[in-house]
């Protein structure tokens, strides 16, 4: 979505919002009793807050899949040529599809950047060899199947906690338990799709939705975060938090040394993700950063870290159209949410 010129910027999120954000990163369903000592605010106050945050698209929780479920489903990194002029329509349509999580307009040699997501590789490749070319404006699509994956979107964090804060909230997060033996169901699906709208939704809310007692709710969802098949992530207008650009690196690594660089990359602070790809290009790392000309110190910096690493391509993110579900605005502010569903067949076969 464009910014309109008429628009005044708006303000930027204050030290407070940014505590809290970062805290919900660490902790995200972690109760405002349990935060309000760890930040110094009383309950109300960090409830009003995050009413307010929430309310104004300016922060959120949602779910992504966890390292259960993305080994269990298929996931593709999609460079998107699309026709003169029309990049930002052709974006705007995709962005309605469960199976496209994320989407990018991006400076470089293609004009869309998009995450894909399948329930198995079969699916995939009918989504990228016939459902997505068809689309109006869509010249061509290449895409990188992901192979293995270093660090997600939800492990980033804002890094305004200090230390003490950060080893406060770590008593506040539940332990998890052991992986359980269980196959996937609809039901599971379901809870996934209920709170793609909000991560922090009440178990009494979430059952009345699905019509179940809030305890089954409790226990599923314990279930699903214990086993990793789920992850919960606090995102942010990055905008208007002082992260106002990204960019996308394509990297070519010795095969014997790609798990080394993998760890590498994912422990740097800018790193958003980082996975390795099945094609010439074998590693793609994403970064966040505060300005356009920090790309320069942070590829340097990459390189020295990395000397046997070839950069192939590098592209700036210009704009995020669509994050994890959440549909943005030019700043980067939630305006709505398409639910979590990568199983729905219907947005694979026209």
Known sequence: MSIDPEVRRPAQLDEDDLLLANALQATPRATWSELGPVLGLD????????????????????????????????R???????????????????????HLLTIQHVAGTYDLFAIAFTPDFPSMSDYLLTGLPRHEGVVRVRSHLVTRNFRTGSQWRLGVLNQRQERA????????????????????????????DDGRLRYTDIATRLGVTPRTVQRRLNRLLGNRDLLLRCDVARPLAGWPTGALLWLNVPDELLEEAGRTLGAFPETRSCAALSGASNLLVTVTL??????????????????????????????????CGHLLDGWGRSRGVVPLDIWRPSGLRR
Do not use: M
């Open 169 to 196: 909230l770590r008593s506040t997060r539940p332990e998890p338990h052991g992986a359980e033996t269980a196959a996937y169901s609809n039901w599971e699906r379901d809870l996934i799709v209920a709170l793609s």
């Open 76 to 98: 593709a990194f999609v460079e998107i040529h699309c026709e003169p002029g029309s990049a930002e329509q052709v974006a705007a349509e995709l962005s309605r599809e469960p």
């Open 290 to 323: 505060h300005s356009v000309d920090a790309l320069h110190d942070w590829a340097v910096h990459l390189r020295q870290a990395l000397p046997y690493a070839e950069i192939a391509d590098r592209s700036v993110v210009l704009r995020q159209d669509k994050l």
């Open 43 to 74: 309950a109300v106050t960090l409830a009003r807050r995050w009413d307010r945050l929430q309310s104004n698209g300016l922060a959120w929780v949602t779910p992504a899949l966890g390292p259960g479920l993305l080994y269990r489903t298929c």
